[in-house]
């Protein structure tokens, strides 16, 4: 199986404190040197609380930020450069945030005709042609292309962007909490039809989303995130049903499910680690119920277990 | 069309707007019209009375008639003014716009330069400018459009910063467009109202600083006028032919007022924030005007709502926000309120101690009593003193609930303090042992935190403190954990499962969260377009739901455990609340749906002694068997 997206050693480094003259007083990991692997046609789900660094890898991986090192290869060809228009024919991203992701004083048309002119320069009717094409496939009507996006209600504003991200022609596309600004019920109208896309124009997935059940529901694989580094890799339905990662466990453990009481899986004065601060072992030592005295200098790495998952952990379950 | 509606409706903007007209009209057609020349001297003619001869304003001290320097100088100050605001934006804006896109160095060492050019007190700037280039009207133009430049710079920066870091910016450079293009299409058009305003704000200014660099002599040049050097020249004269002055300086007066006036009257009309209704501060209590009888309480509930109804009117439609909800809390109980975006969950509670703003929020009908005591209507002082007291809420997001320029450990003392007055040592004492009491760690240090130093999930346990500061009997909370990650959300609802046992509380809690409320809830009510449509207790609604809406809904959710699947969705979208259909709003999403459904009115009904369903044909569990 080919590899649609390969990512070594990715990492980013931002600088706290910034001064005009001199360097900056501090240094924050947001990304720890990830390694990770995309498979053609898959869907990889990455899970994380906030500030794990889910979003700074996703915004790397299409170009908004320049990695502080690593290199990532798409099918095969690595691009070195930040250009997002270098990125934006090969790999797209669906914004969060649907409505604030169209700009409010453009109309649809124009919105969707952006990729098209300037990655791929088309002409005036072939533009006409492939929106049409774009919006019978996401479900939305043309007379819609000459309404401006205060107009729309948050799902059919995420199609805009789905479509948009389409229009681009990219195989892969980040999907970067796509539905967590939507209603539920609008919620899987929106995943059932990324679902329906994929399949019809073969495309790959990297579905990001603090949501362990949407992540689950949509996901091939799902990598786990904490505090810019992944603790456990695996298979949707291995990964929350038989977690391994002492992390992954305390995340499924907390999801609130119908028909389970009401517990808190782990003490109530935890907090995340200090990234101004990172503790010399396992970021999640501190919390870990399961920490070794190892723990606390010896920093895991992401290992195979044998089977098909992988885990960086000392003492897993 | 719009914007002219929003400037009329201000009248003191309209009036301005008419003077401005017909002085620029004057201004245009003076060229046209029977005057003397401005600039020839008569000195046997000098100081003539207004009236007096042909002289409709007289004359000044060279006998040159008023009128006509009158108008040909108000029309050079004007031209001035203007294109010195046009200058100053212009360059001001591109100054703001790139600075403001690029940020990081870029922006650093172009704010310092104008910072400098900030620090000089601007009439010294100006004189300095004019100094340097000689005197000259073109001159002044120039140095009074230096001089504003910083103020566009700055303005503009602000705005293009906040519109830089939006994600529709992020989508345009995926859609691979240059930064000068992003900068042209996605940023300005995002701006210019800004500009606009900030320019319709200084014009007058302007006018009136290139009147004073006449006045001093370094503007226009005699025999040339405009309204500063009339001003100027007409000093000598303050006393003893005072009309010289008083020409000149009531036409100054008129024209930078009515621009003036003018030009709040834009920003009003432009500012989105101003548009929307904030500029008329909300009543202390939501606006009640009900037509019906109020209906009587009819248990001893601790809070009993009775088809209540919310509205919001603005612009002439009526939004039914909440249209008719009845629900009663008993003390110490938890009651769930279910429901998606704009189903009236939120609207609901903030009606229950008049908290929804008034204008647009209107209570047309309905009845809430808590203890026995009728809420709606109550006298402001009444419900300020259940506020907080009796009734307490949790908002959504602390961060914006919580002062940021205050620590929280003030902020607590101040909500004890509001209802019962105490010293300020004990009030702090008992602060530290609220923050004890939700489990915030080294609570003694962590009161000096300002909220901002704290994670979120810190930040709403001080909101719950705040809640728990006066003993309350309820408390409203809503959406309370929706903005935390998975892990801080299971503390906070333990947390708060165990302050209800304890303390005995009764709360409300708003979610849209199934799981969430199955964990907490006794009882459970879920909302539709601004009604209950299903309500009882929540293991019998999670395990058997007789609403096809809650049905439906529960589908949607995704469980954790199961693997990849196919998820159920709800075709169609939720009606909007200014239309609401007849009959069932939930009707044309309804796969159960039926001729019936779609008139009169459906009211809940009670299925058995405890659960109640708004649907004249209910999912039940034989049936669902059956399919």
Known sequence: MTNALKVSELSKTFAVGKRLFGPPQAHVRAVQPVTLTVRKGETLGIVGESGCGKSTLARMLVGLLEPSGGQIEIEGEPLDTANPATFGRKIQYVFQDPISSLNPRKTIRQIMEAPLRHLHGMSKERRARRISEIFSAVNLREDFLDRYPHEFSGGQAQRIGIGRALAADARILILDEPVSALDVSVQAQVLNLLSDLKAKFDLTYLFISHDLAVVEAVSDRVAVLYFGSVVEIGPAEQVFSKPRHPYTKLLADSAPVVGRPLTAPEGRETELPDPLNPPGGCAFCARCPRALNECATERPALARDGSNRMIACLNPY | ?627
């Not at chain 2, 439609?317 to 249209?323: L, S, T, Y």
């Not at chain 2, 609570?443 to 001080?462: F, K, L, N, T």
């Not at chain 2, 809690?509 to 006794?522: E, K, M, P, S």
């Open chain 2, 1 to 627: 069309m719009n914007f002219l509606h929003l400037l009329a409706r201000n009248r003191l903007a309209l009036a301005g707007l008419i003077v401005m007209l017909l002085i620029v009209l004057l201004a245009l057609i003076t060229p046209l019209l029977p005057l003397a020349d401005p600039d020839v001297t008569n000195t046997a003619e000098r100081f003539k009375r207004p009236f007096e001869d042909n002289a409709m304003l007289g004359t000044d001290h060279l006998g040159r008639d008023l009128l006509s320097r009158l108008l040909w100088g108000g029309r050079l100050s004007l031209a001035v003014g203007f294109a010195s605001a046009l200058i100053a934006a212009v360059i001001g804006a591109t100054i703001g716009i790139v600075a403001g896109f690029y940020g990081g160095r870029t922006d650093n060492v172009i704010m310092r330069g104008v910072d400098m050019l900030m620090a000089f007190p601007y009439i010294l700037l100006a004189l300095a400018i004019v100094a340097a280039l000689g005197p000259g009207l073109i001159n002044a133009l120039i140095a009074v459009a230096a001089v504003n430049i910083p103020f566009f710079a700055r303005n503009i920066r602000g705005v293009t910063v906040s519109i830089a870091h939006r994600e529709f910016v992020d989508a345009a450079r995926l859609s691979g467009m240059s930064d000068a293009r992003i900068i042209l299409t996605e940023v300005l058009p995002n701006v210019i109202p800004v500009i606009v305003i900030a320019m319709s704000t200084t014009v007058g200014w302007m006018i009136l600083e290139t009147a004073g660099l006449s006045f001093l002599g370094l503007g226009s040049q005699p025999p040339q006028a405009d309204l500063g050097s009339m001003l100027g020249e007409a000093r000598s004269a303050l006393i003893t032919n005072p009309h010289t002055s008083i020409v000149p300086g009531a036409m100054i007066l008129v024209i930078v007022m009515a621009i003036n006036l003018l030009g709040d009257g834009v920003r009003d009309a432009l500012d989105p924030r101003l548009r929307s209704g904030a500029l008329s501060r909300p009543m202390p209590n939501t606006l009640v005007r009900r037509k019906d009888p109020v209906p009587e309480t009819k248990t001893d509930a601790l809070l009993e709502l009775n088809g209540l109804k919310t509205q919001f009117h603005s612009n002439g439609r009526i939004h039914k926000a909440v249209g008719g909800v009845g629900l009663c809390v008993e003390a110490g109980e938890c009651v769930g309120i279910i429901g998606e975006s704009g189903s009236g969950k939120s609207v609901t509670a903030l009606s229950v101690m008049g908290l929804v703003a008034s204008p647009p929020g209107v209570i047309t009908a309905g009845a809430v009593h808590f203890a026995g005591q009728e809420l709606l209507g109550a006298p402001y002082e009444t419900l300020r003193r259940l506020r907080g007291d009796r009734v307490a809420y949790i908002f959504q997001d602390p961060q914006a609930t919580l002062h940021p320029l205050y620590t929280v450990g003030r902020q607590l003392v101040e909500a004890i303090r509001a209802h019962h007055p105490t010293s300020r040592a004990n009030a702090h004492e008992r602060a530290v042992e609220l923050l004890r009491s939700v489990r915030i760690p080294n609570a003694e240090m962590r009161i000096d935190s300002y909220p901002h130093e704290m994670s979120g999930g810190m930040r709403q346990r001080v909101g719950i403190a705040m809640a728990l500061a006066n003993d309350p009997d309820l408390i409203i909370a809503d959406e309370p954990t929706t903005a935390l990650d998975v892990t801080v959300q299971a503390q906070i609802l333990s947390l708060l499962s165990d302050l209800q046992r304890e303390r005995g509380l009764a709360i409300i809690f708003i979610t849209h969260d199934f799981g969430v409320v199955a964990q907490l809830c006794n009882r459970v009510a879920v909302m539709y377009a601004g009604r209950i449509v299903e309500e009882g207790p929540t293991d019998a609604i999670l395990n058997s739901p007789a609403h096809p809406y809650t049905a439906r809904l529960m589908a949607c959710v995704p469980e954790l455990g199961r693997g990849r699947r196919e998820l159920a969705a709800i075709p169609g979208l939720p009606p909007v609340l200014d239309m609401l259909p007849q009959g069932c709003a939930f009707a044309d999403r309804c796969h159960r749906v039926q001729d019936a459904c779609r008139t009169g009115n459906i009211s809940l009904s009670a299925i058995d002694d405890e659960r109640a369903v708004r649907c004249i044909f209910p999912e039940t569990p034989a049936m669902d068997k059956a399919q």
